[in-house]
């Protein structure tokens, strides 16, 4: 066995429609042209998208990762993954919702650590808000992404997580201010935000990283930071996303 001791990165949100896969997809982009394997396992387990987004076919899934290791047939990780990129493999969510309903994440969990020995860097989608399941994933995590946008409820659920995550007092989040989904929303300053939440913003992205024409990438399965031919208005903005990057791999 490889001894890697990669990091698991937990992406969520309190809100739906935040951009929070597509970040995951990108930032995974950036870490795997900084040569870092990465593993893409997706927990959104009813409505997960990454491998819709990634035009891929999954003979197995997260809900096969269960079953294996539930029922003491599990031997290999290799079965369960769909490769990507040279860098990036993935495991995709359930393809039926009721296999959903049959995962224990305690096991998840437990392969999510073994993956650890193979990876850097384990990216987990997850749905949004404080399920039974992302509570689970929580509180495992080596580092967790929180993605928000600058929209007053998502504000107000913001705050509300952070209260909770306060409480059991979790330190190792940050909050991604994700001004790229919507860019006619700015109506709260960065400081208004820190004010509301009661946490600093550790990273933003910018407009400029809006893709108009997301679909057409979405159909073709592919990740924008990982297209060459791809230009954004302001490369010093891509070049924030790249520090992030930096600043995962440091940790």
């Known amino acids: 066995m490889k001894n890697k001791k990669g990091k698991t990165i937990m992406v969520t949100s309190s809100k739906g429609g935040v951009g929070k896969t597509i970040f995951l997809l990108n930032l995974a982009g950036v870490l795997a042209k900084k040569d870092q394997k990465i593993l893409l396992v997706d927990c959104d387990l009813v409505g997960g998208a990454i491998a819709l987004n990634l035009d891929l076919v999954a003979e197995k899934n997260i809900f096969h990762v269960f079953e294996d290791l539930a029922n003491r047939r599990y031997q290999n990780y290799e079965s369960y993954i769909i ?3 040279k860098n990036i493999d993935v495991i995709s969510s359930c393809k039926d919702p009721r296999q959903a309903l049959k995962i224990d994440m305690e096991y998840i969990v437990s392969f999510l650590e073994e993956m650890k020995n193979y990876y850097d860097m384990i990216l987990i989608d997850t749905t949004h808000g404080l399920t039974k399941d992302n509570i689970l994933l929580l509180d495992k995590m080596d580092i967790i992404l929180y993605v928000m946008t600058n929209d007053l ?5 913001t705050k509300a997580f952070m209260d909770v995550m306060n409480t059991i007092e979790k330190d190792n989040i940050k909050i991604i201010l994700n001004n790229s989904r919507d860019i006619g929303l700015n109506y709260f300053s960065k400081y208004d935000i820190r004010s509301i939440v009661g946490r600093n913003i550790d990273y933003s992205i910018d407009p400029s990283l809006y ?5 057409s990438f979405l159909l073709e399965g592919e990740i924008f930071t990982l297209n060459k031919s791809l230009t954004f208005k302001d ?5 924030k996303l790249e520090n992030m990057a930096d600043d995962l791999i440091k940790e």
Do not use: C, S
């Not at 409820?153 to 659920?157: A, F, L, Q, V, Y």
């Open 83 to 85: 490769p990507y990129h």
């Open 235 to 239: 490369k010093n903005d891509l070049r």
């Open 153 to 157: 409820m998502d504000i107000k659920n």
């Open 211 to 215: 893709i108009k024409n997301i679909t």
